[in-house]
């Protein structure tokens, strides 16, 4: 990042380096140019490669069915919306599809699973291409993806059970102050997290998946 000799011989190579790389720049510029002469439409390729852009995506359960709705723009090169669900957050079923008609939708996946779902949509392009939105979380019925026992706390150390893939967890202070925060690594199953020794309060902790996250509350009673 003999001295005065050392340092004009340094400045020299630099500006030699300089002016090789500005020279080789150009000529890679102008290749560019050549090869990419007839495309008059560069902004068409560039959309080639761009899916509907979803929003607004939710579940509703009812009796014996799920109703997933979204809403799409930028649709006019979709060839159809594939509805995928998961319950580990790793492998994907299809719920059922939509072909892009009017940019609001809405499909019933019957379904007597109670347990929590990740929901998302799937595109696929006229071209062939798919591309994926962001996952919804369901909770479920006899129980939410994640668990933590007991809520009340007398020590440092927070029992949990996942059920589904959980990639971090962040613990916030009632007055939403980041307290704590770990790294699990796609971890399943049943672990306990120490914390930092915390006042007595009321405290969140969120969990975070691929593309989901849940939030619960714990109390520390000490």
Known sequence: MIMRKVILQTVKATA??????????????????????????????????????????????????????????????????????????????????????????????????????????????KDGHFFNSAVFLLDGYDHAPIKIYPTMIEGNTINMQLWIPVERINVFSSGGQQVYSKEMGGFVGTTQVVIPSLSKGTYMITFYGKGWQSTDKFIIGR
């Open 16 to 125: 030699l380096i300089a002016g090789f790389s500005t020279f080789m720049n150009a000529a890679f510029g102008q290749q560019n140019i050549i090869a990419d002469k007839d495309n008059t439409h560069p902004e068409l390729t560039r959309q080639q490669y761009t899916p509907a852009k979803i929003y607004s995506i939710r579940a509703i359960p009812n009796n014996g069915y799920n109703e997933i709705q979204w809403s799409a723009v930028a649709e006019q090169d979709t060839r159809r919306f594939i509805v995928e669900y998961s319950t580990d957050g790793v492998n994907y079923q299809t719920a059922g599809e939509s072909l892009p008609l009017t940019g609001e939708y809405s499909l019933k996946h019957y379904t007597f699973d109670i347990r929590s779902i990740l929901y998302r949509i799937r595109v696929e392009k």
